[in-house]
């Protein structure tokens, strides 16, 4: 913290610290913004070249093949019945699992055909590809001899943790600029890894559980049997995929948000070995446990050695969610020098109860526009959070990267404004003035006009006209 001074003359300098490097926006004039009208604006969007095209119809087409190939594999084995039945209890859990991830990314949420496409890709390409490798080292060990068994120890953990990784990779090599850190990393890995576990589960649910019961003992026992495994595959450790797979995230998150070519090539490699291991453990558990006939080495594994990495990992993904939250609060200060913001903005976004209460205000304010507009305005002002803190982070290392951060600045700033334009001065509680950057000059109710220096804890909100 820097030592205090007067609130008018250090009021942003005091908020946070804001690393040295970079340049400010070169004009603090706001452009102009609609003043009427229910239409929000909305980020530009790329052209889609032939060539994008072309790779986009590619992958289409390989997840739709795979989603093809996995249908026709699973009901040539367990047939149409366990098929549906397994399917159905399988995507249960989906939705709460989607939704936890979802949670974590509410500051900045990802584009849906992103996530999708994470989805799809564990779900279909990642099982597809682990099933064939599974099946062929199966194989392999049965004619030499060896137990099969090995296969879940050593081949399983590491073609699934790869593959589940894969479809995340892609979308940091080609779309870097759509990660802003670790949060990103675990909500791609842990919807790849979710797609992957649900058809997983319907093997399990269907295969294992209900044709294997049913064609013993009829159809009552293999719906016991399907409670049974829910119990204890879904209910109980329904978070295994996902926190092996989280490991991933972590390293791919850290390579979005450095600019060291080591650490982008290391750090991914690192979590995906960490994965592969707790996988590979995971599995080695219950193996030990039928070779053994001790119990107590799956009850320790799972309680006292996965539950804890579970809940540790729970832990880092809340605190690096407020961490996304405060970074508004350590580089936003930038632009309220510049007069683009007001201090309470800045302070507006620093929470989800803060941003929550700001929501509320526009839509009493200004209706259900001034709403989307605080919508907009709050993912605006994160996306501009997060591309300076790149830009400082030196991110962009190419001429034609830094050229195309300034353009999306000035295209976020200027969203920005009109964003605001939907919601400011429309307070009837609220005095009318205007933020220079350094001071509000105010007017009052008896038509005197003053210079109020900034609060030293700004009233959320107050947006006010930018000088």
Same mark, same amino acid.
């Given at each position: 913290?820097?030592?205090?001074?007067?609130?008018?003359?250090?009021?942003?300098?005091?908020?946070?610290?804001?690393?040295?490097?970079?340049?400010?926006?070169?004009?603090?004039?706001?452009?102009?913004?609609?003043?009427?009208?229910?239409?929000?604006?909305?980020?530009?969007?790329?052209?889609?070249?032939?060539?994008?095209?072309?790779?986009?119809?590619?992958?289409?087409?390989?997840?739709?093949?795979?989603?093809?190939?996995?249908?026709?594999?699973?009901?040539?084995?367990?047939?149409?019945?366990?098929?549906?039945?397994?399917?159905?209890?399988?995507?249960?859990?989906?939705? #709460? $699992? @989607? *939704?936890? %991830?979802?949670?974590?990314?509410?500051?900045?949420?990802? =584009?849906?055909?992103? &996530?999708? !496409?994470?989805?799809?890709?564990?779900?279909?390409?990642?099982?597809?590809?682990?099933?064939?490798?599974?099946?062929?080292?199966?194989?392999?060990?049965?004619?030499?001899?060896?137990?099969?068994?090995?296969?879940? #120890? $050593? @081949? *399983?953990? %590491?073609?699934?943790?790869?593959?589940?990784?894969?479809? =995340?990779?892609?979308? &940091?090599? !080609?779309?870097?600029?759509?990660?802003?850190?670790?949060?990103?990393?675990?909500?791609?890995?842990?919807?790849?890894?979710?797609?992957?576990?649900?058809?997983?589960?319907?093997?399990?649910?269907?295969?294992?559980?209900?044709?294997?019961?049913?064609?013993?003992?009829?159809?009552?026992?293999?719906?016991?049997?399907?409670?049974?495994?829910?119990?204890?595959?879904?209910?109980?450790?329904?978070?295994?995929?996902?926190?092996?797979?989280?490991?991933?995230?972590?390293?791919?998150?850290?390579?979005?948000?450095?600019?060291?070519?080591?650490?982008?090539?290391?750090?991914?490699?690192?979590?995906?070995?960490?994965?592969?291991?707790?996988?590979?453990?995971?599995?080695?558990?219950?193996?030990?446990?039928?070779?053994?006939?001790?119990?107590?080495?799956?009850?320790?594994?799972?309680?006292?050695?996965?539950?804890?990495?579970?809940?540790?990992?729970?832990?880092?993904?809340?605190?690096?969610?407020?961490?996304?939250?405060?970074?508004?609060?350590?580089?936003?200060?930038?632009?309220?020098?510049?007069?683009?913001?007001?201090?309470?903005?800045?302070?507006?976004?620093?929470?989800?109860?803060?941003?929550?209460?700001?929501?509320?205000?526009?839509?009493?304010?200004?209706?259900?526009?001034?709403?989307?507009?605080?919508?907009?305005?709050?993912?605006?002002?994160?996306?501009?959070?997060?591309?300076?803190?790149?830009?400082?982070?030196?991110?962009?290392?190419?001429?034609?990267?830094?050229?195309?951060?300034?353009?999306?600045?000035?295209?976020?700033?200027?969203?920005?404004?009109?964003?605001?334009?939907?919601?400011?001065?429309?307070?009837?509680?609220?005095?009318?003035?205007?933020?220079?950057?350094?001071?509000?000059?105010?007017?009052?109710?008896?038509?005197?006009?003053?210079?109020?220096?900034?609060?030293?804890?700004?009233?959320?909100?107050?947006?006010?006209?930018?000088?």
């Amino acid at each position: 913290m820097r030592p205090a001074r007067r609130a008018g003359d250090g009021y942003a300098d005091r908020m946070a610290d804001t690393p040295s490097g970079g340049s400010l926006p070169p004009s603090p004039s706001v452009p102009a913004a609609p003043s009427t009208g229910t239409d929000v604006p909305g980020k530009s969007r790329r052209r889609l070249s032939w060539q994008r095209a072309l790779v986009l119809a590619g992958v289409i087409l390989l997840i739709a093949a795979c989603a093809i190939f996995m249908l026709f594999q699973l009901g040539t084995s367990l047939g149409p019945e366990a098929l549906m039945i397994g399917a159905a209890a399988a995507i249960l859990p989906v939705p #709460v $699992l @989607v *939704a936890c %991830f979802l949670w974590l990314d509410r500051y900045e949420p990802e =584009p849906l055909k992103y &996530l999708i !496409f994470c989805f799809a890709w564990g779900a279909f390409v990642s099982t597809a590809a682990s099933l064939k490798v599974n099946e062929t080292a199966a194989d392999w060990f049965e004619d030499r001899g060896l137990p099969v068994e090995l296969t879940a #120890v $050593l @081949v *399983a953990p %590491f073609i699934e943790e790869l593959t589940k990784a894969l479809g =995340p990779i892609l979308l &940091l090599v !080609f779309r870097r600029r759509e990660w802003s850190g670790i949060t990103d990393g675990l909500v791609y890995c842990g919807l790849s890894a979710i797609g992957f576990a649900m058809v997983e589960n319907i093997l399990y649910l269907g295969g294992y559980g209900y044709a294997s019961g049913a064609e013993q003992y009829g159809p009552a026992t293999g719906a016991q049997q399907v409670i049974a495994i829910f119990i204890v595959r879904i209910l109980l450790f329904g978070f295994a995929h996902p926190l092996f797979t989280a490991m991933t995230g972590v390293g791919l998150g850290i390579a979005a948000r450095t600019a060291s070519r080591r650490v982008r090539v290391f750090a991914p490699i690192a979590g995906l070995l960490l994965a592969m291991m707790l996988h590979g453990a995971w599995n080695l558990l219950p193996t030990l446990t039928q070779a053994t006939g001790e119990v107590f080495i799956s009850i320790f594994g799972f309680v006292g050695v996965m539950v804890p990495i579970f809940f540790g990992m729970v832990g880092l993904a809340v605190w690096l969610r407020a961490w996304e939250g405060r970074l508004t609060e350590r580089i936003l200060p930038d632009y309220v020098r510049a007069g683009w913001l007001t201090p309470p903005e800045v302070a507006a976004l620093s929470s989800l109860g803060r941003r929550h209460a700001a929501r509320a205000w526009a839509r009493r304010v200004a209706g259900d526009a001034g709403l989307r507009a605080m919508r907009g305005y709050q993912f605006a002002a994160t996306r501009l959070a997060l591309l300076r803190d790149g830009a400082l982070r030196g991110l962009d290392r190419r001429p034609v990267d830094r050229e195309r951060t300034a353009r999306e600045e000035q295209e976020l700033l200027a969203a920005i404004s009109a964003y605001r334009s939907f919601f400011v001065g429309r307070d009837p509680q609220s005095p009318v003035g205007v933020w220079d950057g350094h001071r509000y000059h105010l007017r009052f109710p008896d038509g005197s006009q003053r210079s109020v220096d900034a609060p030293e804890e700004p009233v959320v909100p107050i947006p006010v006209v930018l000088a």
